[in-house]
């Protein structure tokens, strides 16, 4: 996926950005946890990354980060909808206009875990009712509301 860049009237430019990730899930007992990473910058969060060139759909996209980051595989995708997370902010004085697709799936291999040591400084497998204690961001914390929601259909 292509970068746009626009500028807005105060002199900031503003770069559209385009995620893939992942809500890794595995079922423990009666129970249901979420695999969460800490990324460099301190906040919690889903994994999730960029599109490379010889990704051939958004999804593997997805699934090639979750591998990169945290060495866990897709088992299932547990729901047909994705869930997507849009916000701003501001690095190096760009506005970035992000919009993160996630799809929410089983993970295969949930005892695997290997954390990406350059991207991700910790990570997680949480009680899905205990995710929200982890996520500061109001916009993280509405797409868990969201997740959650569909989780309790399950």
Same mark, same amino acid.
């Given at each position: 996926? #292509?970068?746009? @860049? ?5 002199? +900031?430019? %503003? &770069?559209? *950005?385009?995620?893939?990730?992942? /809500? ?37 996209? #997805?699934?090639? @980060? ?5 060495? +866990?595989? %897709? &088992?299932? *995708?547990?729901?047909?909808?994705? /869930? ?71």
């Amino acid at each position: 996926m #292509a970068k746009a @860049e626009i500028t807005n009237p105060h002199g +900031l430019s %503003v &770069k559209t *950005v385009k995620c893939f990730g992942i /809500i890794p899930v595995r079922f423990q007992d009666a129970n249901c946890e979420l695999f969460i990473v800490q990324q460099r910058a301190g906040h919690w969060g889903f994994p999730k990354g960029h599109p490379e060139p010889q990704d051939k759909t958004e999804f593997e996209s #997805a699934c090639r @980060e979750l591998k990169e980051e945290c060495n +866990l595989e %897709v &088992k299932r *995708v547990l729901f047909e909808d994705t /869930i997507t997370d849009k916000y701003m902010y501001v690095k190096k004085d760009v506005i970035k206009d992000k919009t993160v697709q996630f799809w929410i799936a089983e993970i295969a291999n949930p005892a695997a875990v290997k954390l990406q040591e350059a991207e991700i400084l910790d990570g997680k497998w949480v009680p899905v009712n205990e995710v929200y204690l982890k996520f500061t961001k109001e916009h993280s914390q509405q797409t868990l509301k969201k997740i959650l929601d569909m989780i309790k259909t399950f």
